[in-house]
């Protein structure tokens, strides 16, 4: 079983729609979670961080973490065409040294 | 500021050769990166740099897999004996706090 897992998908949403993505994870020494957006053929950009449990928004998108069910999810308002990308989680390994573990990737298509 | 840049974008070599990828990282940043991406999948951590030295290389695959950064600034990861398996995007990272890391383009090798 993967440390990090996360649904590949791919999933289609409409222009305007809210997009839900999801990992869930095994280590409970986990402490800061990230969420990196990655165009085909391109590195991964960080959007978002979050240390412990919480939420945090930036603009159209909010980060959460639930550590007590060890989930944490990316929600992106009003989705635009641009959104159109791969969303990788990331999770820092208990070493703290930000030896990154990150899950597959969730591949989401905004239709216009 | 300029990014994190990595030369050659692509690299295509024959089975058994010898090969070296560069990264340039931001300009300041103590902490190195090195991970590996295969198609589908997100990025798996290689190893580790803080200013000169190697602080974690526990994802190097195997011995034929080394990785320099002799001033602190850029680093190379060498490869030798290239196989098949070898072939995917290597992503160089780099970072001030070890969870805020960003990537560069990566470098695409093939191995044929």
């Known amino acids: 079983q993967k440390e990090v897992e996360q649904d590949p998908g791919p999933l289609s949403v409409p222009e305007g729609a809210i997009v839900s993505l999801n990992c869930t994870y095994s280590?409970?020494?986990?402490?800061?979670f990230m969420w990196y957006r990655q165009y085909s053929r391109k590195g991964p950009e960080l959007l978002m961080y979050?240390?412990?449990?919480g939420n945090k928004e930036d603009g159209r998108f909010t980060a959460q973490v639930d550590k007590s069910s060890k989930y944490i999810s990316l929600f992106i308002r009003d989705s635009q065409p641009s959104d159109s990308a791969t969303y990788l989680c990331?999770?820092?390994?208990?070493?703290?040294?930000?030896?990154?573990?990150f899950g597959q990737g969730t591949t989401l298509q905004v239709k216009p | 500021g300029a990014g994190v840049s990595q030369t050659p974008s692509n690299k295509v070599t024959e089975k058994g050769k010898y090969v070296e990828l560069r990264c340039d990282p931001i300009?300041?940043?103590?902490?190195l990166y090195w991970y590996r991406q295969s198609l589908g999948q997100g990025p798996e951590f290689l190893i580790y740099?803080?200013?000169?030295?190697?602080?974690?290389d526990s994802g190097l695959p195997n011995d034929r897999f080394f990785a320099v950064r002799p001033e602190g600034s850029v680093s190379t990861l060498k490869i030798q004996r290239t196989e098949r398996g070898d072939s995917a995007v290597y992503l160089c990272a780099s970072s001030l706090t070890g969870y805020e890391q960003y990537f560069g383009p990566g470098t695409r090798l093939t191995v044929t």
């Open positions: 300009s300041g940043h103590t902490a």
């Open positions: 740099f803080q200013g000169t030295g190697a602080a974690d």
């Open positions: 979050t240390y412990s449990s």
């Open positions: 990331a999770m820092e390994g208990s070493s703290n040294t930000g030896k990154l573990i």
């Open positions: 280590n409970s020494a986990f402490q800061y």
